[in-house]
């Protein structure tokens, strides 16, 4: 059952021995969570009726965490965790896949599986380092008791063979665990981190908790095979409790160039990102990396917790950044999870995600980052179609034509003549977040400027549709943009998880407007407001908009009238193979 609750502090503590105990936070389950039963139910026949067609997956069988990304070669790679036997979380494996483009890409051999007494028990998240000579080495996280324990160590692995730019085969040496816990909680000691090359040491970070306070342990290291603890973690902070797929990488400044992990000078910030295994949700702040005490300031503009910032508002966990060298950029990789049953899963034969890869950079504010699809996926799109200055106002929707709705690739700017008509946001909503105040004025609720935006997925007389829209308010100090990402009306079908994901945007309103995209394949709608200011992904089931079946709208409920000062559309192409 999802969860809705204020995300104030007392609220926090009131709940944190529930949540810490609870194995379905905000509908999404842990990904730990294990179903015997289920976990070596081979895909018989897979389903394709909400399969994604051109976000990254699998044929068939259950996915989750994105491991490893890396450029090698002329080569991208992805590893991911992945069930080779059934449709559910278990018998975990690093699965992996190469791409020249990171659109098209060629399943290869399994990288890394259980097979010697470090990782007896499971081969779970990590990440890849480059080191000199162009030599990539991945660390990752390995099982060396069962449940209930399932005591964690970090391991490493390098290719058998360097000359190979597939790197098929990966070998993992008899020195390892690399890295063990000794005063930290060895059953909540994951993830390890890209490291990173800092005053003639290797760096990285482990994922933890101590009692209920989240942890980023820091290890150093000279040659990469001898780590030690540092004194203190790089960060921490109380009440949130286990830190999942630690992420921690510079920015620019003043440039839109990404930054190698190692990269040091002026102008730099950093980004540290975790994932929250209470929430099921990622937070992430910005500030400042003390080299010499090896401490991680966020910026006093970041709030450091439950309430911060996130990459993504909606269905979106266990991501994980790397470098490009190719085009010097920083590419984001995430995972979404079901929104339906197990039961459903399992008669499907799949389960989860990547998400389309995203460019990381730091907003010219440097209050936030920046994301945005990468420019490869733009080689799938097929029809177009366009619309211009047409005016919608209170009440009206318009259809989208043209376009294969199930599978498209939407990009609208919305204009509007004054901010006058906007809403006075209550006082009362101070103390929820974006998602309680979407939960009470939904698409439906009739506003002043919004609810406007786009019905994705949405059956033809609108018994189904996931609506993304914008609702702007106006407060004391400013005005407060809304963008929710609602699916309480997705699907007629019975025991979904349908929440009204949604965060805030910050944006300049002085030009009277506000853009949208959305990308919609099936199941996904992974949504980009302001030019990749906020991001929502949803899951969504629809019964009736399904392929052929399904519509795009653009819509206002708002007394305002709203006009559509640009908007294209177009079919979405699945990826084809590498040959």
């Given at each position: 059952?999802?969860?809705?609750?204020?995300?104030?502090?007392?609220?926090?503590?009131?709940?944190?021995?529930?949540?810490?105990?609870?194995?379905?936070?905000?509908?999404?389950?842990?990904?730990?969570?294990?179903?015997?039963?289920?976990?070596?139910?081979?895909?018989?026949?897979?389903?394709?009726?909400?399969?994604?067609?051109?976000?990254?997956?699998?044929?068939?069988?259950?996915?989750?965490?994105?491991?490893?990304?890396?450029?090698?070669?002329?080569?991208?790679?992805?590893?991911?965790?992945?069930?080779?036997?059934?449709?559910?979380?278990?018998?975990?494996?690093?699965?992996?896949?190469?791409?020249?483009?990171?659109?098209?890409?060629?399943?290869?051999?399994?990288?890394?599986?259980?097979?010697?007494?470090?990782?007896?028990?499971?081969?779970?998240?990590?990440?890849?380092?480059?080191?000199?000579?162009?030599?990539?080495?991945?660390?990752?996280?390995?099982?060396?008791?069962?449940?209930?324990?399932?005591?964690?160590?970090?391991?490493?692995?390098?290719?058998?063979?360097?000359?190979?730019?597939?790197?098929?085969?990966?070998?993992?040496?008899?020195?390892?665990?690399?890295?063990?816990?000794?005063?930290?909680?060895?059953?909540?000691?994951?993830?390890?981190?890209?490291?990173?090359?800092?005053?003639?040491?290797?760096?990285?970070?482990?994922?933890?908790?101590?009692?209920?306070?989240?942890?980023?342990?820091?290890?150093?290291?000279?040659?990469?095979?001898?780590?030690?603890?540092?004194?203190?973690?790089?960060?921490?902070?109380?009440?949130?409790?286990?830190?999942?797929?630690?992420?921690?990488?510079?920015?620019?400044?003043?440039?839109?160039?990404?930054?190698?992990?190692?990269?040091?000078?002026?102008?730099?910030?950093?980004?540290?990102?975790?994932?929250?295994?209470?929430?099921?949700?990622?937070?992430?702040?910005?500030?400042?990396?003390?080299?010499?005490?090896?401490?991680?300031?966020?910026?006093?503009?970041?709030?450091?917790?439950?309430?911060?910032?996130?990459?993504?508002?909606?269905?979106?966990?266990?991501?994980?950044?790397?470098?490009?060298?190719?085009?010097?950029?920083?590419?984001?990789?995430?995972?979404?999870?079901?929104?339906?049953?197990?039961?459903?899963?399992?008669?499907?034969?799949?389960?989860?995600?990547?998400?389309?890869?995203?460019?990381?950079?730091?907003?010219?504010?440097?209050?936030?980052?920046?994301?945005?699809?990468?420019?490869?996926?733009?080689?799938?799109?097929?029809?177009?179609?366009?619309?211009?200055?047409?005016?919608?106002?209170?009440?009206?929707?318009?259809?989208?034509?043209?376009?294969?709705?199930?599978?498209?690739?939407?990009?609208?700017?919305?204009?509007?003549?004054?901010?006058?008509?906007?809403?006075?946001?209550?006082?009362?909503?101070?103390?929820?977040?974006?998602?309680?105040?979407?939960?009470?004025?939904?698409?439906?609720?009739?506003?002043?400027?919004?609810?406007?935006?786009?019905?994705?997925?949405?059956?033809?007389?609108?018994?189904?549709?996931?609506?993304?829209?914008?609702?702007?308010?106006?407060?004391?100090?400013?005005?407060?943009?809304?963008?929710?990402?609602?699916?309480?009306?997705?699907?007629?079908?019975?025991?979904?998880?349908?929440?009204?994901?949604?965060?805030?945007?910050?944006?300049?309103?002085?030009?009277?407007?506000?853009?949208?995209?959305?990308?919609?394949?099936?199941?996904?709608?992974?949504?980009?407001?302001?030019?990749?200011?906020?991001?929502?992904?949803?899951?969504?089931?629809?019964?009736?908009?399904?392929?052929?079946?399904?519509h795009l709208f653009v819509f206002n409920n708002g007394t305002e009238p709203i006009t559509v000062d640009s908007l294209d559309a177009w079919s979405m192409n699945p990826p084809s193979k590498?040959?």
């Open positions: 059952m999802a969860l809705v609750f204020s995300r104030n502090y007392t609220v926090l503590i009131l709940l944190s021995i529930f949540l810490f105990v609870s194995l379905d936070i905000n509908g999404v389950e842990s990904t730990h969570r294990v179903f015997l039963e289920f976990q070596s139910v081979p895909a018989v026949n897979v389903k394709l009726v909400h399969k994604p067609a051109y976000h990254f997956q699998p044929k068939k069988h259950w996915i989750n965490d994105p491991n490893g990304p890396m450029f090698y070669k002329g080569y991208y790679h992805l590893f991911y965790q992945y069930n080779p036997q059934g449709a559910v979380w278990g018998n975990i494996v690093w699965a992996h896949s190469v791409s020249k483009d990171l659109i098209n890409w060629l399943a290869l051999e399994t990288a890394i599986s259980p097979s010697k007494p470090f990782d007896k028990y499971g081969c779970w998240s990590g990440s890849a380092t480059i080191l000199p000579g162009n030599k990539p080495i991945i660390l990752y996280t390995g099982i060396v008791s069962p449940e209930p324990e399932s005591t964690q160590v970090q391991n490493y692995a390098v290719p058998a063979n360097y000359s190979d730019p597939f790197l098929r085969e990966w070998i993992k040496p008899d020195n390892n665990p690399l890295v063990t816990a000794h005063s930290e909680n060895s059953s909540a000691f994951r993830d390890p981190t890209t490291a990173w090359f800092d005053g003639g040491h290797w760096k990285m970070l482990v994922g933890s908790r101590r009692k209920h306070r989240g942890m980023a342990y820091l290890y150093r290291s000279r040659d990469f095979m001898n780590w030690a603890k540092s004194p203190h973690p790089l960060h921490s902070k109380a009440n949130t409790g286990m830190w999942e797929c630690p992420d921690f990488y510079p920015v620019a400044q003043e440039s839109t160039k990404g930054l190698d992990t190692s990269e040091r000078g002026e102008n730099i910030k950093h980004v540290l990102k975790v994932s929250l295994d209470e929430t099921r949700y990622e937070y992430y702040t910005i500030g400042t990396y003390d080299r010499v005490k090896d401490r991680y300031v966020p910026d006093n503009t970041s709030v450091d917790g439950w309430a911060g910032l996130r990459y993504d508002y909606g269905n979106f966990y266990a991501s994980k950044t790397f470098f490009d060298p190719l085009k010097n950029r920083r590419i984001l990789w995430g995972w979404a999870n079901e929104s339906d049953t197990r039961d459903d899963d399992v008669k499907k034969g799949w389960a989860g995600v990547q998400l389309i890869p995203r460019t990381v950079l730091l907003d010219p504010s440097g209050r936030q980052l920046i994301q945005w699809p990468i420019e490869e996926l733009e080689q799938l799109r097929g029809a177009r179609v366009q619309m211009g200055k047409q005016k919608i106002n209170e009440g009206d929707h318009v259809e989208v034509k043209g376009i294969t709705a199930a599978q498209a690739d939407v990009d609208a700017t919305f204009s509007f003549e004054s901010l006058d008509k906007a809403e006075s946001f209550d006082p009362k909503w101070m103390n929820l977040d974006a998602q309680d105040v979407c939960n009470l004025m939904g698409s439906t609720v009739i506003g002043g400027l919004g609810p406007f935006g786009l019905l994705t997925l949405a059956s033809e007389k609108l018994e189904e549709y996931t609506p993304v829209f914008f609702r702007i308010f106006k407060t004391q100090e400013k005005h407060k943009v809304l963008m929710c990402s609602d699916a309480k009306r997705s699907s007629l079908a019975k025991g979904l998880y349908m929440p009204s994901f949604a965060g805030y945007v910050d944006v300049d309103l002085t030009d009277n407007k506000i853009s949208l995209r959305s990308l919609i394949d099936n199941s996904v709608v992974e949504s980009f407001g302001a030019r990749g200011k906020t991001c929502i992904s949803s899951r969504v089931y629809p019964t009736l908009a399904i392929s052929k079946n399904a590498m040959n």
